[in-house]
């Protein structure tokens, strides 16, 4: 029950009229106005503590607000260094779950980079030559000028890829596969197949059962029957198009040619609720 309603009752049976007018009035002049303060304080002190770690680590320049839009439809600079540090976690994590070390890996691409998010994090790695990809030239501008540790190119929508046959160890789309359509998806992933070394992994993120939940019982019941959904394909690379990939889909259907080797459900955690797979080219 809010503040207010319940001092209107406690006041109705207990207190005087002077000591309601008192409290509303301290209520209203001195509590709610703080707890808006502490918000902001709160929020300030969250953002100079990413910030700081940011430059701590020699994270290198942040995109501006506009560049940040783009990639998230948001501005918030919090969001973009923590999502992408916990996106590094996750890859990190499944690859280790399955007896691949990054540290060991000569050569990483980020397939839709955007603006660096997830491969500023990790510059630390010495033995890995370190790629990011993206169709939009502004955001591969800005890349090359503020992260050059890395390697950044412009590819054209379907390809093909700037790179030589066997060039990576690692690919990794985190939400790429959930704007594309399924024929977009085919072209992309027999394309991934040829840089990938033998024996190099696939990593992608999709939209998976949570973000169909609401929808209606059509399309839940396509996808319970292992159909991949699209919807605004005519937007495809866009935000506005939002692809649905299924468990059994992702595991017979996603990526023929490579092997399944592990799948997580909201496993992707720089791309909140989104499920995690990684695939294997034999």
């Not at 707890?35 to 680590?57: D, E, H, M, S």
């Not at 973000?211 to 937007?235: C, K, N, Q, S, W």
């Amino acid at each position: 029950m809010p503040f207010l309603v319940r001092l209107r009752v406690f006041a109705k049976y207990r207190l005087p009229a002077f000591l309601v007018r008192f409290l509303r009035g301290f209520w209203r002049t001195i509590v709610r106005p703080t707890a808006r303060w502490g918000r902001r304080v709160k929020a300030w002190l969250i953002q100079t503590w990413w910030l700081a770690k940011n430059a701590l680590r020699r994270g290198g320049p942040l995109p501006p607000d506009d560049l940040i839009f783009l990639v998230s439809g948001g501005r918030d600079i919090v969001w973009f260094l923590k999502s992408g540090e916990r996106a590094r976690k996750s890859i990190e994590g499944v690859l280790a779950n399955n007896g691949i070390r990054t540290s060991r890996l000569r050569g990483i691409l980020d397939f839709g980079c955007g603006a660096g998010r997830v491969l500023r994090h990790f510059r630390g790695l010495r033995n890995a030559g370190l790629y990011g990809v993206d169709y939009n030239p502004d955001l591969i501008a800005w890349c090359r000028t503020a992260l050059p540790f890395a390697l950044f190119e412009v590819n054209s929508f379907l390809g093909p890829l700037p790179f030589p046959a066997d060039a990576f160890d690692l690919v990794y789309a985190l939400s790429v596969f959930t704007h594309l359509t399924e024929d977009q998806q085919a072209v992309w992933l027999k394309e991934i197949g040829r840089v990938l070394r033998p024996g190099g992994s696939l990593l992608v993120s999709v939209h998976g059962a949570y973000h169909v939940r609401d929808y209606p019982r059509e399309t839940r019941d396509l996808f319970e029957r292992g159909e991949m959904i699209v919807f605004a394909g005519e937007a495809a690379g866009t935000n506005l198009c939002a692809a649905f990939h299924p468990p059994a889909y992702m595991k017979s259907r996603f990526a023929p040619g490579f092997e399944f080797v592990d799948g997580i459900p909201e496993g992707a955690l720089g791309n909140p609720r989104q499920d995690l797979y990684l695939f294997r080219k034999p």
